[in-house]
């Protein structure tokens, strides 16, 4: 085996999914263990994860969220798709897109002028490509990037 080879485990939680990523060299017992606890860190930590991708989502894509703050809608747009623990180097790399629920559970919403909310209007297209990346290091330091950019 490729002494640079990655081992994946992959699990879903919720409606994200979960990658444990380590050396095919290390002891899988120990990185489970290990990713474990990274788990607990990134669950703990996305809150602040969340807040960095609507920060970076609204820059690269002003356009769509001037049409989303225009309406009614409840909800955050951004959810998380999945999370990358690798193991090894103790990253935690979230990656956000479009949230499903959102956007298929009510297709339409109200504009903000609409007090009595009597002409519905369809919510705006999430651009499909739009991810966002957020990845949170062992030393606490935070770096985001989008797909869009």
């Known amino acids: ?4 080879a990655l081992v994946s485990l992959e699990f879903q939680l919720g409606t994200s999914l979960v990658w444990f990523q380590f050396s ?5 017992v120990d990185s489970i263990a290990k990713g474990n606890k990274l788990l ?3 669950h703990a930590s996305k809150e602040r994860a969340m807040q960095l991708a609507n920060t970076a989502s609204r820059s690269s894509i002003p356009q769509f969220w001037t049409e989303f703050d225009s309406t009614t809608s409840q909800g955050n747009p951004l959810s998380i798709w999945g999370v990358l623990l690798r193991i090894d180097d103790g990253d935690i790399e979230y990656d956000f897109g479009a949230n499903q ?5 009510s297709s339409t ?3 903000v002028l609409d007090v009595y909310e009597e002409n519905p209007i369809p919510l705006p297209d999430f651009p499909d490509r739009q991810h ?3 990845v949170r290091t ?7 990037r989008s797909s869009a950019d």
């Open 1 to 4: 085996m490729d002494a640079g």
């Open 24 to 28: 095919a060299a290390s002891n899988e």
């Open 40 to 42: 607990r860190l990134a």
């Open 101 to 105: 629920e959102l956007f298929f559970s």
């Open 109 to 111: 919403t109200f504009s």
């Open 132 to 134: 966002i990346y957020v």
């Open 138 to 144: 062992r030393a606490d330091e935070w770096a985001v």
